[in-house]
């Protein structure tokens, strides 16, 4: 998969301090550091250490309070200076049990001014502020260090990075018991380096080590424009799904809003996060505050850069269940029967009450909608990413299989009559290791390689009777055009869907 978009951004003036920026470029090359001196004291938060302990004081003052008893395994925390940010940041850091032991902190952020293609981690000495000294675990970095050759020692990629210095006073004034710190700077520009990353970080994603994803959201479009694709981003977030979390931030980014330069300057550590999670049953994200730098007192409402608290809390493992009631599923298949009815005949979608859709429909999710005509396929177009309401999708997928599904000549108003009308509602993909996890009939199957993807509908196993490996070569074959071995060594996704018709008993 090719890079995302070039991640050095442009640097501005130090006094931008709402702005993910730094001043100064990195060179390779210096000499090894012991103590990593503060490179943003008195920019990004003040140089004081009285100034800087009252700040953070009237921050955790004004922050949303703790929503749980326990310390989250995981804060995703906005890097900006604190006076447009740092609410923010202090919400998600009260999230952390004051009385609850955090032995090692990760905390991840992203290079903003060396290039490179990997993990940086400081292991030469520790990190000063001015709160004092936050120690390194210097063990663990040595075992980073040698579990793959993506990580590097290199100290140039820290040496006036602030998305992990400015976490660092925010973790002094928390933890007031000794904890140890493992500072990772990410400089990935391929979502398959992050993958590998994420496999070495992933064993250490447990009870007593806390990490910290330092990113800020949209950078730079203008208030109203950055509320909306700041959600849009953080619900891909919640999904924990690494293929929508990059499909939503592309869309965003696609959209060419005006001033947008990215959809968030640490999508590789948040990639790097959704690999780590995706595999796990036992972890939920929750949005705990959003604000962007027009909030502030002296923000600039026509260029901003946006900011989220979320936590990631480990819950009892439970299995995932979507279910609808008759009810939403007669609703929403009439917004697909009117959708495909007024599109043929009137070429327009028809106007209607958006208050009368129930609030399950409104929600976020992917959806497939398949046209039947005399029993043989019609139509069928979906789409698995949930950035957009559930109803909205159906509308427009509605509108796609009657006359975008290449495979088929658009249908013609004389045939309307004899349609019928099939969705299945998906929920989230996920990654598995072996072909041996999907279960034919109970799961869909979706297939990634070079660029090139297919799925098939949990209900194809169901209307054909071929094998796991008939489906796996057909799919890889006839959907992703890789060949029939294609699967093999391709990325291979599982999701399941609730599946109901016109005149039919749903099912799952």
Sequence with gaps: MQPIRSFLLTFLPPPMLGLCIAGGIACAGEGPAQQRQPAVAGQFYPGSSAELRGMLEGLF??????????????????????????????????????GQTVQTVFVIGPSHHVGFEGAAVYVTGDFVTPLGTVAVDRAIGRELLKSDRLFSDRTDAHAHEHSIEVQLPFLQQTLRQEFRLVPIVIGAQRPETCRKIAGVLAPYLKAGNLFVISTDFSHYPAYDDAARADRTVAEAVLARSPLTFLK?????????????????????????????????????????????????????????????????????????????????????????????EGSVREGQLPAFDVSTIPAALKAPGGAFVT??????????????????????????????????????????????????????????????????????????????????????????????????????????????????????????????????????????
């Design 61 to 98: 003052q004004r922050a949303a309070k703790r929503t749980s008893p326990t310390t989250p395994l995981v804060l995703i925390v906005p890097h900006a200076g604190y006076v447009f940010s740092g609410e923010v940041a202090a919400t998600a850091y009260a999230q952390i049990d004051p």
């Design 248 to 340: 939503t931030v592309e869309k965003v980014e696609g959209e060419r809003l005006p001033g947008l330069e990215t959809a968030m300057c640490g999508w590789n550590c948040m990639l790097t996060l959704m690999y780590m999670t995706e595999p796990r049953n036992d972890i939920r994200f929750e949005i705990l505050q959003y604000r962007n730098s027009g909030d502030a007192g002296s923000g600039d409402k026509r260029r901003v850069v946006g900011y989220y608290a979320i936590a990631g809390r480990q819950d009892t493992p439970r299995r995932q269940e979507f279910t609808l009631t008759a009810t939403e599923k007669t609703g929403l298949l009439a917004i697909a029967r009117a959708a495909v």
């Design 371 to 508: 046209l039947n005509a005399e029993g043989e396929l019609r139509g069928c177009i979906g789409r698995f990413d949930a950035s957009e309401p559930l109803y909205q999708v159906v509308r427009q997928m509605a509108v796609a299989a009657a006359s975008k599904d290449p495979r088929f000549s658009p249908v013609r108003p004389e045939e309307l009559g004899g349609i019928r009308i099939e969705i299945s509602v998906l929920t989230p993909m996920r990654r598995i290791s072996s072909a041996e996890e999907f279960e034919p009939g109970k799961h869909g199957i979706y297939i990634q390689k070079g660029g090139r993807s297919g799925t098939f509908l949990p209900q194809v196993a169901q209307a054909t009777g071929w094998t796991r490996e008939e489906l796996l070569g057909h799919c890889s074959q006839d959907k992703a055009g890789i060949g029939w071995d294609g699967w093999k060594d391709a990325e291979l996704y599982v999701y399941e869907a609730l599946v109901f018709g016109e005149h039919e008993t749903s099912r799952r």
